[in-house]
């Protein structure tokens, strides 16, 4: 009795027919049905006879496109660096030393945030 | 081959290439499940806004086709079972052809063939689906399907050989 041949001989076998196989393929309805499988399955992912009306693919992208989400600006680093520089005499005249240094640190970290990720600052 | 970096991306170019490569694939998977010609339409425009909302999921390790084909069945199920309309698909399916045109080199009874063979494997799990996909659709070799699929050649084998018997045993019941 002839084993049957594994799985990646039988996918060997329906790309280049082997001789040593075909004689057990020929007379196994297992065999000739798992061959049947591997040798229709390229043909069954071809979509080539399927014809997409094109109005339907336009208003796909249009409905995509009003989905997409905008690219986020990264804020400029000069922006930041103004707001630091304001920001920080600003604190010192209010409440003194303590408190422009704070403010200074506040926007440093706000800078440092939205330059790492702008999505923090846009969409909160 | 998808590049699930540029996927995730919001290049437009990018994915309106994806759309147009894989358009009459998803066209097909509507067809499968809808119920009339404006139902296909909805479900592929359906089933495109999830593979767009969700595109960050593909992972690259499988074919992208299988996890289309994943994410189709997924949304087209979940519409007939929202939409209630099954007898409507049923009556659509005994009166009209699947397909949208005439393929020139296969005869009805081969496009059958396919077509049933298509549903069959519409309902593979999805790493039988990935694996079969691999081998047979990419001819890969079994060695580079496991490092794609992150597993062992055997696990491949296995899968493939589940699949492969499934499939045969689906189309011998539509015989």
């Known amino acids: 009795m002839t084993l049957h041949p594994d799985i990646d001989e039988l996918i060997e076998h329906a790309r280049t027919p082997n001789p040593k196989f075909a004689a057990h393929v020929g007379g196994c309805s297992d065999c000739s049905a798992v061959l049947g499988v591997i040798a229709r399955v390229p043909a069954t992912m071809n979509s080539e006879h399927v014809e997409v009306p094109e109005t339907l693919v336009r208003s796909l992208m249009g409905r995509i496109e009003s989905q997409r989400t905008p690219e986020l600006e990264r804020p400029s680093v000069a922006t930041f660096v103004l707001a630091a520089l304001t920001a920080g005499p600003f604190g010192l005249m209010v409440g003194g030393a303590s408190m422009g240094t704070t403010s200074l640190l506040i926007v440093l970290v706000a800078a440092l945030v939205a330059l790492l990720e702008p999505r923090f600052i846009r969409e909160g | 081959m998808i590049d699930p970096i540029k996927l ?168």
């Open chain 2, 8 to 175: 995730r991306g919001n290049d437009r170019s990018y994915f309106d290439q994806v759309v147009r490569d894989f358009s009459p694939l998803i066209y097909r998977v509507a067809g499968r499940y809808a119920s009339d010609h404006a139902s296909r339409d909805d479900l592929f425009q359906e089933i495109w806004m999830h593979v767009w909302e969700r595109r960050a999921s593909f992972k690259g390790t499988g074919p992208f086709a299988a996890w289309l084909m994943r994410v189709g069945r997924n949304v087209c199920i979940s519409h007939i079972r929202s939409d209630a309309n099954r007898l409507r698909r049923e009556q659509f399916m005994a009166t009209e052809p699947a397909s949208t045109s005439p393929d020139a080199l296969v005869t009805l009874t081969d496009r059958e063939q396919l077509d049933a063979l298509f549903d069959a494997m519409l309902d593979l799990p999805p790493r039988e689906l990935e694996a079969v996909l691999l081998r047979l659709d990419e001819s890969v070799s079994t060695q580079q399907a496991a490092e794609r699929m992150h597993v062992k050649p055997a696990t491949v084998r296995s899968l493939v050989r589940n699949a492969v018997h499934r499939l045969a045993v689906d189309l011998r019941k539509e015989e």
